[in-house]
């Protein structure tokens, strides 16, 4: 949305404006991405391809397969980064690694969103709200937004009308109503941190004039559809398969009245044929169309499918060769978010300096690059190596399974193990002496 200056009164008309005529109309893909990922009206969106009546028959299909595959690809925060800071500020960061694994996802689902940052005082913690629906604000010959509208969550129960809408730039910071009522959050209406705390999330680097990005939930939710339009033909065609169409030639209904019972004989007029037909058509083939829906969506979004009919197992090794290019993928993800994670950094200090908590300014993130995971075996193999060759200790071992753990925690345990190792052994001594004397004797 582009408006004429910042004055409150040319904000509030245009954001009035666009409420009114256009905010459901341009979010009609977002919703629909949204639905599917969220498995919402799946079953009404598979309903509309078919009569009405048809479906009296056979349900129709309303499997997720979005959600499956958005979080499958989009996995730069499965494992949590390592972030170098002021301890001050790692105090402080709350449940970052949810809400970025969460936006992570949403990208890749939407193209394009918001992170809303803010101080929770109470828990005095850092923490997000990631917005998918909102409208960034521009000014004339400034490709970058300069605020942002978006509405608050109203739990069903506010009117339409009543319906409250927040509004941040970098000067300014008020609520208003769709009639266009401002609602002050304080006495200036003013922003309190001097910069938008607003983070901008985009799937790929702007490409022509457009500020939105595409994401792949368009793709994804279109082919859920498709395979659930499958699916539901494939129901049907399993009852005609099984059951058949009755079919009855030679008869004029006008004046014969044919009563159907399997518990009776059917007795025909002369030169009348009764028979069952079934489609001729294979239900293996619809189950083929299914499997390629999902497996050329899931190419498209550098994923391999592995079904549950399939035959045999692969190695940790070979899973990872099939692999490369998701795992390709996901590092370019990875320098994306590095520097998403330094704007996010730079507009926690404003925000935290704000309420006087004072953070250093060094920060840097390190993400861990996705790999399959190992069998139990190949998991021992890998420790014992690392520790035959000093390149990792016991402690390394618990902090890896044990993130929780402090250093206290993890010397208590090993002093545990060390000592339940030690009386064994004290108790196996004996018995070897027995066992020599007798073989000696």
């Given at each position: 949305?582009?408006?004429?200056?910042?004055?409150?009164?040319?904000?509030?008309?245009?954001?009035?404006?666009?409420?009114?005529?256009?905010?459901?109309?341009?979010?009609?893909?977002?919703?629909?991405?949204?639905?599917?990922?969220?498995?919402?009206?799946?079953?009404?969106?598979?309903?509309?391809?078919?009569?009405?009546?048809?479906?009296?028959?056979?349900?129709?299909?309303?499997?997720?397969?979005?959600?499956?595959?958005?979080?499958?690809?989009?996995?730069?925060?499965?494992?949590?980064?390592?972030?170098?800071?002021?301890?001050?500020?790692?105090?402080?960061?709350?449940?970052?690694?949810?809400?970025?694994?969460?936006?992570?996802?949403?990208?890749?689902?939407?193209?394009?969103?918001?992170?809303?940052r803010f101080y929770d005082e109470e828990r005095q913690v850092m923490d997000s709200h990631i917005l998918t629906d909102f409208e960034p604000i521009f000014v004339p010959n400034n490709p970058n937004p300069v605020g942002i509208i978006y509405p608050l969550f109203?739990?069903?129960?506010?009117?339409?009308?009543?319906?409250?809408?927040?509004?941040?730039?970098?000067?300014?910071?008020?609520?208003?109503?769709?009639?266009?009522?401002?609602?002050?959050?304080?006495?200036?209406?003013?922003?309190?941190?001097?910069?938008?705390?607003?983070?901008?999330?985009?799937?790929?680097?702007?490409?022509?004039?457009?500020?939105?990005?595409?994401?792949?939930?368009?793709?994804?939710?279109?082919?859920?559809?498709?395979?659930?339009?499958?699916?539901?033909?494939?129901?049907?065609?399993?009852?005609?398969?099984?059951?058949?169409?009755?079919?009855?030639?030679?008869?004029?209904?006008?004046?014969?009245?044919?009563?159907?019972?399997?518990?009776?004989?059917?007795?025909?007029?002369?030169?009348?044929?009764?028979?069952?037909?079934?489609?001729?058509?294979?239900?293996?083939?619809i189950r083929e169309n299914m499997k390629w829906v999902v497996e050329t969506t899931a190419h498209a979004l550098h994923l391999k499918v592995k079904w549950g009919s399939d035959a045999g197992s692969t190695s940790g090794e070979h899973q990872r060769i099939l692999?490369?290019?998701?795992?390709?993928?996901?590092?370019?993800?990875?320098?994306?978010?590095?520097?998403?994670?330094?704007?996010?950094?730079?507009?926690?200090?404003?925000?935290?300096?704000?309420?006087?908590?004072?953070?250093?300014?060094?920060?840097?993130?390190?993400?861990?690059?996705?790999?399959?995971?190992?069998?139990?075996?190949?998991?021992?193999?890998?420790?014992?190596?690392?520790?035959?060759?000093?390149?990792?200790?016991?402690?390394?071992?618990?902090?890896?399974?044990?993130?929780?753990?402090?250093?206290?925690?993890?010397?208590?345990?090993?002093?545990?193990?060390?000592?339940?190792?030690?009386?064994?052994?004290?108790?196996?001594?004996p018995a070897q002496s027995l066992v020599e004397r007798l073989v000696n004797a």
């Amino acid at each position: 949305m582009i408006i004429p200056d910042l004055s409150e009164q040319s904000i509030v008309g245009s954001i009035k404006k666009w409420i009114d005529e256009s905010h459901v109309k341009e979010r009609e893909d977002r919703i629909n991405s949204m639905n599917y990922y969220e498995g919402i009206n799946l079953e009404e969106e598979t309903r509309k391809w078919f009569d009405r009546n048809a479906l009296n028959y056979a349900p129709p299909m309303a499997v997720n397969i979005t959600k499956k595959l958005i979080d499958s690809r989009f996995i730069a925060y499965k494992t949590a980064p390592e972030r170098r800071a002021d301890d001050r500020y790692l105090d402080v960061l709350g449940d970052l690694d949810h809400d970025m694994v969460e936006a992570d996802r949403l990208t890749g689902l939407l193209g394009t969103i918001a992170m809303l940052r803010f101080y929770d005082e109470e828990r005095q913690v850092m923490d997000s709200h990631i917005l998918t629906d909102f409208e960034p604000i521009f000014v004339p010959n400034n490709p970058n937004p300069v605020g942002i509208i978006y509405p608050l969550f109203s739990h069903g129960q506010a009117k339409e009308n009543e319906q409250e809408w927040v509004y941040w730039s970098d000067e300014a910071h008020f609520k208003m109503l769709k009639g266009g009522r401002i609602i002050h959050v304080n006495e200036q209406d003013v922003n309190p941190y001097g910069e938008m705390p607003i983070l901008w999330s985009h799937l790929y680097p702007m490409m022509g004039n457009e500020w939105w990005r595409t994401g792949k939930g368009v793709m994804v939710a279109n082919s859920n559809q498709l395979y659930n339009v499958f699916g539901t033909q494939l129901s049907l065609g399993n009852m005609y398969q099984s059951l058949g169409q009755s079919v009855l030639t030679g008869v004029d209904d006008g004046a014969t009245r044919l009563r159907m019972d399997v518990s009776k004989l059917l007795v025909l007029p002369e030169g009348a044929n009764y028979s069952i037909v079934s489609p001729s058509g294979s239900l293996n083939e619809i189950r083929e169309n299914m499997k390629w829906v999902v497996e050329t969506t899931a190419h498209a979004l550098h994923l391999k499918v592995k079904w549950g009919s399939d035959a045999g197992s692969t190695s940790g090794e070979h899973q990872r060769i099939l692999e490369v290019d998701l795992t390709e993928a996901v590092m370019a993800d990875f320098e994306r978010w590095r520097k998403f994670e330094k704007q996010r950094f730079n507009l926690d200090r404003v925000i935290l300096d704000s309420h006087n908590v004072k953070v250093g300014e060094e920060y840097s993130i390190n993400f861990s690059e996705p790999h399959i995971p190992l069998s139990p075996q190949q998991e021992r193999e890998e420790w014992e190596w690392k520790w035959n060759n000093g390149l990792a200790t016991k402690k390394d071992w618990f902090r890896h399974y044990n993130p929780d753990m402090n250093d206290t925690q993890i010397d208590e345990r090993l002093g545990e193990a060390q000592a339940e190792t030690q009386a064994q052994a004290e108790v196996a001594q004996p018995a070897q002496s027995l066992v020599e004397r007798l073989v000696n004797a």
